[in-house]
């Protein structure tokens, strides 16, 4: 069954240090997203993905935070200069339509801020 | 703005007893309802999706519902691996974000 994939399982960084989350998503999978989870918080929208470009994203989601798709499998997340809040995980998630159909969503990347 | 509650935080149960999660949503028009399961440390896994009042969806010892304002996720003679934190979520009216509730954290004991 596919799924989608993330890497690395474990981010460890520097305050102010560049990080990029990597994504595989489902290969037959058109929209794109991120979420992250605070230790013991809910799962919260970053950012969607369609067609080469962001369609919605949260307020969370500021100028110190960028997604690309650099080729045809590949979806990222790059965090400009860390701050000790971004420690959380980051889900990858691909939906194959974007109103109604089922997002899934990877196994995450725990990031850790120091 | 979008809001889902899930009730109760945490749920302990002894094998075999069965019982009912609760997801009561707010939203501006429903498109949908998603229950997601999720391990320590893991990704949500999807389970169920549901569309419109009296809906029922089962899978296993799970069966969800539906009704205008709330969603129940019933275990049925739960068994110890069926413990995890069960999630619901609503999407907005773009269907690009999805809301989540904060999730019961379900315990099942042998």
């Known amino acids: ?114 | 703005e979008d809001q889902v509650t899930q009730s109760p935080e945490a749920l302990r149960l002894q094998e075999g007893e069965s019982s009912s999660l609760n997801c009561s949503y707010t939203v501006s028009g429903l498109r949908g309802l998603f229950w997601y399961r999720q391990d320590p440390g893991k990704g949500p896994e999807f389970l169920f999706t549901l569309y419109s009042a009296g809906e029922e969806k089962e899978k296993e010892r799970l069966k969800a519902t539906l009704t205008k304002k709330e969603s129940f996720l019933h275990i049925t003679a739960p068994k110890p691996e069926d413990s995890a934190t069960y999630l619901c979520a609503v999407p907005d009216p773009s269907g690009s974000r999805l809301t989540f509730g904060e999730g019961t954290q379900l315990t099942v004991n042998p």
Request: one cysteine or more; glycine letters at 4%.
């Open chain 1, 1 to 114: 069954e596919p799924e989608v994939t993330q890497t690395p399982s474990h981010q460890v960084t520097q305050m102010g240090q560049e990080v990029i989350l990597r994504c595989v998503p489902i290969s037959n999978h058109l929209y794109f997203y991120w979420y992250r989870q605070i230790l013991g918080q809910k799962v919260e929208f970053l950012v969607s993905f369609y067609n080469n470009e962001i369609s919605e994203k949260s307020e969370i989601f500021d100028d110190q935070f960028s997604v690309e798709r650099p080729d045809g499998s590949n979806f990222t997340l790059k965090i400009r200069s860390t701050k000790l809040e971004d420690s959380a995980m980051y889900f990858c998630a691909s939906s194959r339509d974007r109103s109604t159909d089922t997002q899934y969503f990877g196994p995450g990347t725990r990031l850790t801020v120091l």
